[in-house]
């Protein structure tokens, strides 16, 4: 079994494959302040209840992928790794790492690593050239080009800072529920948020995607759109322009980068 672990700034995303199949999955909240042993107490919870595995720590994994965008987790779990899963073959992606997709831009090594990670399962996947449209704590937008390049992307504001944001800074606005409303135009307060949340940002990445694929390739047409992360299903029966739906393609890139990686271990 491969444990793959996808580090957010608001979420965390467990996965746990059987060779090519993602048997079981789990999203906990990411918490920076969480030590090394309270991270393997709560691995420890999660996968103990899992048929196939064991209940101590570590049985019946035989290999770990981690990728992560807040640095101090990702210092937990590497620590993770070295005390509890010490005999467990680890591929922790950071500089260094082989993933099989070149990075084109200006200084490869400030690109978060989840957006190389969904690159490398979009080449895999559905080959270049394709846009990665990933609905986080920011949504970004991922460029991969038509030899399997990554070639820059777009960072905006994400849904649930977006909808934060309107509940503090509006005076007579609240925290509101992420959901599809009645109907574009509001009949009450929260209605009209909701709208404005949904329908805007369908239409900042019908937009987005839309200028990006006229960038990235000759015939736009020939561009595939991918969505993934927590917040894509707001989105997707409102964009004209997403293709694919893949909840787990971080997961996924994480196990090809593992198995790229784990005969140099």
């Not at 770990?64 to 992606?93: K, Q």
């Not at 970004?140 to 309107?166: H, K, M, N």
């Not at 917040?231 to 787990?248: R, T």
Request: net charge negative; charged share 20%; proline share 5%.
């Amino acid at each position: 079994m491969l444990l793959t672990i996808d580090v957010g700034n608001t979420h965390t995303v467990l996965g746990l494959f059987d060779g090519e199949d993602i048997v079981e999955h789990w999203r906990i909240s990411t918490d920076a302040r969480r030590t090394a042993d309270e991270l393997a107490v709560l691995l420890q919870g999660l996968m103990g209840m899992h048929p196939l595995l064991g209940e101590e720590l570590g049985d019946g994994i035989d290999g770990i992928a981690i990728c992560a965008t807040v640095p101090s987790v990702l210092h937990e779990l590497r620590e993770v790794t070295r005390r509890y899963y010490g005999d467990v073959p680890a591929v922790l992606v950071e500089p260094g790492v082989k993933t099989g997709v070149p990075i084109l831009t200006d200084n490869p090594k400030e690109v978060g690593a989840d957006r190389i990670i969904n690159a490398v399962a979009a080449v895999d996947l559905y080959g270049g050239p394709a846009i990665v449209v990933d609905f986080g704590t920011a949504t970004t937008f991922d460029a991969v080009s038509a030899r399997g390049e990554y070639v820059g992307g777009v960072i905006a504001p994400g849904i649930e800072i977006s909808v934060e944001a309107l509940g503090v800074k509006g005076a007579q606005l609240r925290k509101i529920e992420v959901a599809r409303p009645r109907s574009v135009i509001g009949k009450n307060t929260v209605e009209a948020m909701q709208a404005g949340i949904v329908y805007g940002f369908a239409g900042q990445v019908d937009g987005v995607v839309g200028r990006m694929a006229r960038e990235l390739a000759d015939d736009p047409e020939d561009v595939t759109v991918i969505a993934t992360g927590g917040l894509a299903p707001m989105v997707l029966g409102e964009s004209s322009v997403i293709d694919e739906h893949q909840p787990w393609l971080t997961l996924i890139g994480l196990r090809l980068v593992y198995e790229r990686n784990v005969s140099r271990l």
